[in-house]
């Protein structure tokens, strides 16, 4: 017989091993399928689309928001009607539906995030969402863990309080 511990032990590894597989298959790395595929390289990269237009709740509000399908149609209305993906906009406008957008940037419930202080400190997007404007769909590309944010404000001077991010 062998003592508990060991099974302890055994469990905690398989816990562990178990963890690491359901990372790799379900992880940050994976790009899930938007159901518009919307492309950040044309809208922001080549037309060069300032990142707050879009996401116009970013410098007043914890987020960033999306743009309503009313905003994309202001465009739409008149550019690349012909686009299959412009089709499917207009079949949410036709509808009267939001887009069900899957978010990709995604932090625990018990971190708290504000956009607001982050873009007014100046601090670029692209600090934490990476080269979204070279993107054709975007992917998280900071792992956007405690540690990472920590280095960040650790280099920035920023404040290390618990209660500042912590529920």
Known sequence: MRPIWSVGIAAFVAAVVGGLV???AFGRQKIPPQP???NH???AGDFKIACEYCHSYARRSPVAGVPSVQECMGCHKITALDKPE???LRGYWERKEPIPWIKINDL???VI??????VLKKIGCQTC???VETMDQVRQVASLEMGWCVSCHKEQKASLECLDCHK
């Open 22 to 24: 359901f990372v790799n």
């Open 36 to 38: 518009i595929a919307f």
């Open 41 to 43: 390289k044309v809208h």
């Open 86 to 88: 412009v089709q499917k």
């Open 108 to 110: 625990p419930d018990f």
């Open 113 to 118: 995030f504000t956009h607001k202080r982050h």
């Open 129 to 131: 969402h990476g080269p």
